[in-house]
């Protein structure tokens, strides 16, 4: 779609939330479509840093996320200290949270994309990922319908970082927690290599301001893969193959209320349409080029997107919901995700270069 019509599309799409459904959905799908803008035009692939950092020892992606972390923490930390109606994500360490985050990380290496990746390629056009968006939204509803099941094999309560050692304690913490990570990253690249360029730094405080602004506006940290799973449950529900009341996890009163209203006044829903908005503002001016896939890649592929869903659920969250949002509000359960999803990502890296993706 050339640029000039897809922005009436976009404005026509403002212009409505703001006059059918309220002021702030509006503007939150415009910080949708700055985060989609930022994640296309600066290629900030939290998948392919990682992937970059083991095969080439390249900090570069790595690096570009832990000063995004620490940006977001910066502001976060203390709007969470200073406003007690804004809530940070919070996520219980659980065997839920420690498969979720391995088989998660694994999974996004071979569907090259993480949840806002996913979104992002998919707006690029990026055939895979377009496929994958459907059947990551399904199998993460179906997580959602387990998860009280995954939670009963064990969990403790949330750990909030500000809780036990307040706004300056947990900023403290999470800073040095960050540059003990890249000292790790330093001693596995060894020296001589280039650490930021402008595309990660651009694209690092870009998603800062919109990730603050995201809080700011919705009360609650940026989150991708929520509005996967209800998007799939609002169908279920639609077509009479599931009942909300019955499960634990959808009849939650925040849960059950967003499966009964219209899905426009979920906040996550409309940034994500947003970053889909934005990563096609992207794809009007810079044509993404890609290769043709074997049968045996796109089964992989797709199957690997459908799991990506799922474990996503159990790991409560993605590479945003909950690493960036985890990590950027104080959250242990972020902290856990990290090295989980990593290991995953070290046989998921594996899996990718056996099929050649």
């Not at 998948?47 to 000063?67: F, H, N, S």
């Not at 409309?270 to 896939?293: D, F």
């Not at 659920?313 to 104080?330: H, K, P």
């Not at 998921?348 to 993706?357: I, L």
């Amino acid at each position: 779609m050339k640029r000039l019509p897809l922005a009436a599309v976009l404005a026509a799409f403002f212009v409505f939330l703001l006059m059918a459904v309220s002021v702030r959905q509006a503007v939150l799908m415009l910080v949708g479509v700055g985060m989609g803008a930022a994640l296309a035009g600066a290629r900030f692939g939290f998948t392919t840093g990682w992937r970059q950092l083991i095969e080439q020892k390249d900090p570069q992606g790595v690096a570009g996320q832990a000063l995004l972390l620490a940006l977001a923490s910066l502001a976060a930390l203390p709007l969470l200290g200073q406003f007690s109606e804004l809530h940070a994500a919070l996520g219980p360490p659980s065997v839920s949270l420690l498969v979720g985050a391995f088989v998660f990380g694994l999974t996004m290496q071979i569907a090259d994309g993480c949840g806002s990746g996913t979104l992002y390629k998919a707006g690029l056009g990026v055939p895979l990922n377009m496929a994958i968006l459907p059947l990551f939204a399904l199998g993460s509803f179906l997580g959602s319908v387990h998860l009280d099941r995954w939670l009963a094999l064990g969990q403790v309560a949330p750990v909030s970082f500000s809780a036990a050692l307040g706004t300056a304690g947990a900023l403290g913490l999470t800073l040095l927690l960050l540059a003990l990570t890249l000292l790790g990253v330093r001693a596995w690249v060894g020296p001589g290599r280039a650490w930021l360029t402008r595309r990660w730094v651009i694209g690092a405080l870009a998603l800062a301001v919109l990730a603050t602004l995201n809080l700011l506006l919705a009360g609650q940290p940026w989150g991708v893969v929520y509005g996967f799973g209800l998007w799939a449950a609002k169908a279920s529900v639609a077509l009479g193959l599931f009942d909300p009341a019955a499960n634990a996890f959808w009849s939650q009163p925040g849960n059950a209320q967003r499966v009964t209203q219209t899905v426009l006044m979920d906040v996550t829903t409309i940034t994500n349409v947003g970053i889909l908005g934005g990563a096609l503002w992207i794809a009007a001016r810079n044509r993404t080029e890609t290769r043709p896939l074997t049968g045996t890649q796109w089964a992989i592929g797709l199957l690997a997107g459908f799991v990506m869903g799922y474990s996503s659920r159990l790991a409560f969250g993605c590479n945003i919901g909950a690493m960036l949002s985890g990590i950027s509000t104080g959250s242990l359960h972020g902290w856990l995700w990290v090295p989980l999803a990593f290991a995953g990502t070290l046989i998921g890296v594996r899996v990718r270069r056996r099929y050649q993706f």
